[in-house]
């Protein structure tokens, strides 16, 4: 079945042109181009063109606002919080806090555990909180590290030590409690000997302990690092002053020279070096034309083998082994028990 269905017919114009029934009448302009160029230049005429965002106070220059105004600058470590530019310019710090960025800057690498025993009697509470505010402020970094297993322990142990940032060294040497030719070092050169180097600094306090009971004061530490760096500039002058001069005969004198005993035609260095001054009428080990004393400090591990054992002994150094090292090391000298004599405990 169709079914015819009515539409409504278009209004047509009277010359037969169909228009739609609401048309608006609007007048084009004369050139449509020329029109659009003119609206562009006409400001507040194009309704797509966004108003001028007013000022606002944050988009004034950082260099403009003060400290206590300034965002924090982002921080490279996402476990290190932001701080801001500058923060330690001024800051004060409780005589524990600067004694801790000395011990860290002389030794380059501390065990917290030795800083607990010598700067804070002991006590872990208050150790943590000035570690977590200098390591807030960016002065030191903290880290943890495996110590070598010698078949005794059954789990691995682990320890805590801590070195100096270059914020806190610029801090250390801008505050001036350190002797003119104590030098200070940041951050760790050789991750692998971390273990070992964290043990010079109990060495040097039971050292330093007997050189301050005979009068010894104003003590300076040399680490290896600096004691090599003379030795070798030492060399190179007196190579150059005289090219054809015996290798043998110049390390010699260069060791009489720094004080340093020449063992199987090589120069031992000792770990660190403590100088010190004397009292005066005291002529023990003094160095020439001067009332400065030094002694030589050596860590021993598991990890030397025996003629370099013999060669320390022999350099006349205060050598010190912790005690899970002593078995270790005696079984690899037994043949020279009389060396283990001249050992100290840490």
């Given at each position: 079945?169709?079914?015819?269905?009515?539409?409504?017919?278009?209004?047509?114009?009277?010359?037969?042109?169909?228009?739609?029934?609401?048309?608006?009448?609007?007048?084009?302009?004369?050139?449509?181009?020329?029109?659009?160029?003119?609206?562009?230049?006409?400001?507040?005429?194009?309704?797509?063109?966004?108003?001028?965002?007013?000022?606002?106070?944050?988009?004034?220059?950082?260099?403009?606002?003060?400290?206590?105004?300034r965002r924090p600058?982002?921080?490279?470590?996402?476990?290190?919080?932001?701080?801001?530019?500058?923060?330690?310019?001024?800051?004060?710090?409780?005589?524990?806090?600067?004694?801790?960025?000395?011990?860290?800057?002389?030794?380059?690498?501390?065990?917290?555990?030795?800083?607990?025993?010598?700067?804070?009697?002991?006590?872990?509470?208050?150790?943590?909180?000035?570690?977590?505010?200098?390591?807030?402020?960016?002065?030191?970094?903290?880290?943890?590290?495996?110590?070598?297993?010698?078949?005794?322990?059954?789990?691995?142990?682990?320890?805590?030590?801590?070195?100096?940032?270059?914020?806190?060294?610029?801090?250390?040497?801008?505050?001036?409690?350190?002797?003119?030719?104590?030098?200070?070092?940041?951050?760790?050169?050789?991750?692998?000997?971390?273990?070992?180097?964290?043990?010079?600094?109990?060495?040097?306090?039971?050292?330093?302990?007997?050189?301050?009971?005979?009068?010894?004061?104003?003590?300076?530490?040399?680490?290896?690092?600096?004691?090599?760096?003379?030795?070798?500039?030492?060399?190179?002058?007196?190579?150059?002053?005289?090219?054809?001069?015996?290798?043998?005969?110049?390390?010699?004198?260069?060791?009489?020279?720094?004080?340093?005993?020449?063992?199987?035609?090589?120069?031992?260095?000792?770990?660190?070096?403590?100088?010190?001054?004397?009292?005066?009428?005291?002529?023990?080990?003094?160095?020439?034309?001067t009332l400065t004393?030094?002694?030589?400090?050596?860590?021993?591990?598991?990890?030397?083998?025996?003629?370099?054992?013999?060669?320390?002994?022999?350099?006349?150094?205060?050598?010190?082994?912790?005690?899970?090292?002593?078995?270790?090391?005696?079984?690899?000298?037994?043949?020279?028990?009389?060396?283990?004599?001249?050992?100290?405990?840490?």
């Amino acid at each position: 079945m169709k079914i015819d269905i009515p539409q409504e017919l278009p209004h047509r114009r009277e010359n037969g042109g169909a228009v739609p029934e609401h048309s608006a009448t609007r007048k084009l302009p004369d050139n449509p181009i020329l029109h659009r160029l003119r609206s562009l230049g006409e400001p507040g005429t194009d309704a797509r063109r966004s108003p001028p965002r007013a000022k606002h106070p944050h988009d004034e220059s950082a260099s403009e606002l003060p400290h206590d105004r300034r965002r924090p600058a982002p921080s490279a470590d996402p476990r290190r919080p932001a701080r801001t530019g500058g923060s330690i310019v001024g800051l004060e710090l409780r005589p524990e806090e600067k004694q801790l960025l000395r011990e860290a800057g002389r030794f380059r690498v501390v065990r917290t555990s030795d800083l607990r025993e010598t700067l804070y009697q002991g006590k872990a509470r208050p150790l943590e909180n000035d570690l977590k505010y200098l390591r807030d402020k960016g002065l030191i970094e903290t880290r943890f590290v495996n110590l070598r297993r010698d078949g005794r322990r059954r789990t691995i142990e682990r320890t805590e030590v801590v070195t100096l940032t270059k914020d806190g060294r610029r801090l250390l040497l801008k505050q001036g409690d350190l002797p003119n030719d104590q030098r200070v070092y940041t951050g760790l050169v050789k991750p692998r000997e971390i273990e070992h180097d964290s043990q010079i600094y109990r060495a040097y306090r039971k050292e330093s302990e007997k050189i301050e009971k005979k009068g010894g004061t104003n003590l300076r530490v040399k680490l290896d690092f600096e004691i090599k760096s003379q030795v070798q500039k030492a060399i190179y002058a007196e190579r150059k002053a005289d090219p054809k001069r015996d290798m043998a005969e110049i390390k010699e004198e260069v060791a009489l020279r720094l004080d340093l005993p020449f063992v199987d035609g090589k120069i031992q260095i000792p770990d660190a070096r403590i100088e010190f001054d004397q009292p005066s009428g005291v002529d023990h080990n003094l160095d020439d034309r001067t009332l400065t004393g030094h002694e030589d400090i050596e860590v021993l591990t598991a990890a030397y083998h025996a003629g370099h054992l013999r060669a320390k002994a022999q350099a006349g150094f205060r050598n010190y082994a912790s005690s899970s090292d002593f078995s270790t090391i005696s079984s690899k000298i037994e043949d020279d028990h009389h060396m283990m004599r001249d050992i100290l405990e840490l």
